[in-house]
């Protein structure tokens, strides 16, 4: 995530020249595929190859690993108001830990962001089972008849109903129907990642992230008006039209998460990168920054593949959303706050398409560093949203030149100067830090620990570092013990004084 920031006018000025010096390109709109009518989710659940058309070639090899990856399938209706979700969901989960669990979790997060989910019919591997609502009802315990032994599967599953967030409540009003459009962040039951601290469930912080999820495999179906555009993690495999609805699938996978928004207003402009085909979404008065957009994150999916490794999917969408925050990563789609899509908006003095440019590459980078290499954005936030905003530096240098970087660079002491530079840890959970610090510290002094980081180990060593993490730590879950590790290897120097200046708890 990008929250809200000042920046200086100066940094601004710059950054427009930049701006109008870069050229648009011709952005053409590619139809979505159709297919046949049979239902998506008639498949043996070890059955990958609907997920192959998500992923670039190179890629698909994923599909032949992960063996106990959960499998999702959702089925759900979106009302004609939007203000409703009824669905149906099974996952086939595997117990990849070496101990027995007697319990699963779900995320509910709706529950604290303004919205209201039940489950009800809840099931495991056909007996019916009661469900216990824990920590502020965001996570639903579901009891065990039998403790699922390592590497044993079973297959719950549930009705469930969502009522909408009708105004921004929580979580940076990431769900809801606001201003025209549904955004649907974390409507589903959704089961949080098991590690060395058990179950990952807590009430979520204010401030942060709350998602911490293993890479997932995702069939989707939702019925909706069919006058909406809606955009979804995944490719579309499906699409049939009944009275005055659509009926869309979507495969996504190996992926974090699923994430959907809609609009009756939503217009579309593509265009293509290798493999991967990129749609930019916004409402339709603001084309023009739809195009820009378009523009950023062709930029960055050029740049950031070269420097660690091939983006994974054959698509990746921008959608234009009513938010606080002012940009949001989820796999295979991002989401920008409508605002920097209004050509007369500033922040703090500053252009809307100057924060665009950034948050576009910001939230590009994530895909890299979040959803195929992920970490616990609770208890590690540094270690996605710090090396992010490193690479955003690194999206100016290959789409403009050092000079360029070195101004957007001058956005994290920015941030660091809202709390007098104060040498607070960068490694700390999220909820350990105030409002104002998670902020300032995470996405401003982060980055310049990671500049430190490079210079200690030399820039090259680095570079090679860091493909190196993402590559060693593809679809897995990366710690900041491993990555301290594996950087001492590559530099074969000790960093344990510069992790204890910059990271460590006080
Ligand atoms: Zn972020």
Redesign the pocket.
Same mark, same amino acid.
């Given at each position: =995530? !990008?929250s809200i920031a000042a920046r200086t006018l100066i940094l601004a000025f710059i950054m427009l020249v930049s701006l109008v010096a870069c050229q648009l390109g011709e952005p053409a709109i590619t139809p979505a595929p159709t297919h046949g009518a049979s239902h998506p989710f008639d498949v043996a659940w070890d059955d990958r190859a609907i997920f192959r058309e998500g992923l670039i070639e190179s890629e698909q090899e994923a599909l032949g690993r992960l063996p106990g990856a959960s499998v999702y399938r959702i089925d759900f209706q979106i009302a004609d108001d939007l203000f409703l979700l009824e669905g149906h969901e099974q996952v086939r989960y595997t117990n990849q830990e070496d101990e027995p669990l007697h319990d699963i979790y779900f995320r509910l997060f709706s529950n604290t962001a303004g919205g209201k989910t039940t489950v009800s019919a809840l099931q495991v591997d056909d007996q019916e089972v009661e469900p216990v609502y824990e920590f502020e009802d965001s996570a639903l315990r579901v009891p065990l008849p039998v403790a699922l032994q390592p590497g044993e599967q079973a297959v719950i599953q549930m009705d469930f109903e969502v009522q909408v967030a009708r105004e921004m409540a929580g979580n940076y009003g990431l769900f809801g129907y606001f201003e025209g459009v549904l955004v649907l962040d974390e409507f589903y039951p959704v089961i949080p990642a098991y590690d060395d601290e058990g179950w990952n469930v807590e009430v979520p912080p204010p401030n942060a992230?709350v998602t911490h999820f293993d890479a997932s495999f995702y069939l989707v179906r939702v019925t909706a008006p069919d006058s909406l555009t809606v955009a979804a993690s995944g490719v579309e495999v499906g699409r049939e039209y009944k009275a005055d609805t659509q009926i869309l699938t979507f495969a996504a996978g190996p992926a974090r998460d699923f994430y959907l928004a809609a609009s009756e207003d939503y217009i579309v402009v593509s265009e293509t990168v290798g493999e991967t085909t990129i749609n930019s979404y916004a409402l339709s008065e603001w084309t023009a920054g739809a195009e820009l957009a378009l523009q950023f994150a062709t930029n960055a999916l050029r740049g950031f593949s070269k420097r660690f490794g091939d983006y994974p999917y054959t698509e990746f969408d921008i959608v234009s959303t009513p938010m606080q925050a002012l940009? =949001? !990563?989820y796999p295979g789609i991002i989401a920008i706050t409508l605002k920097e899509y209004d050509p007369e908006a500033e922040f703090s003095g500053v252009s809307s398409q100057v924060y665009l440019e950034s948050t576009l590459a910001?939230?590009a980078?994530?895909q890299w560093f *979040?959803n195929v290499v992920g970490n616990d954005q609770i208890d590690e936030p540094w270690l996605?949203?710090a090396v992010?905003?490193y690479a955003t530096g690194l999206y100016y240098v290959d789409a403009y030149d050092e000079a360029a970087a070195q101004r957007y660079r001058e956005s994290w002491y920015g941030r660091w100067d809202r709390v007098d530079r104060a040498d607070v840890p960068i490694g700390l959970p999220a909820g350990e830090y105030t409002g104002k610090e998670y902020g300032a510290i995470v *996405?401003g002094r982060g980055p310049l620990f990671i500049t430190a980081l490079a210079e200690a180990m030399g820039q090259e060593t680095f570079d090679q570092f860091l493909r190196d993490y993402y590559q060693s730590n593809k679809w897995g879950i990366g710690t900041a013990d491993a990555f301290r590790q594996l950087a001492e290897d590559h530099c074969q120097c000790d960093l344990t004084a510069l992790f204890h200046e910059w990271v460590y708890q006080r």
């Open positions: =995530m !990008e992230d940009g =949001m !990563e910001h939230e980078a994530h *979040y996605d949203e992010v905003q *996405y």
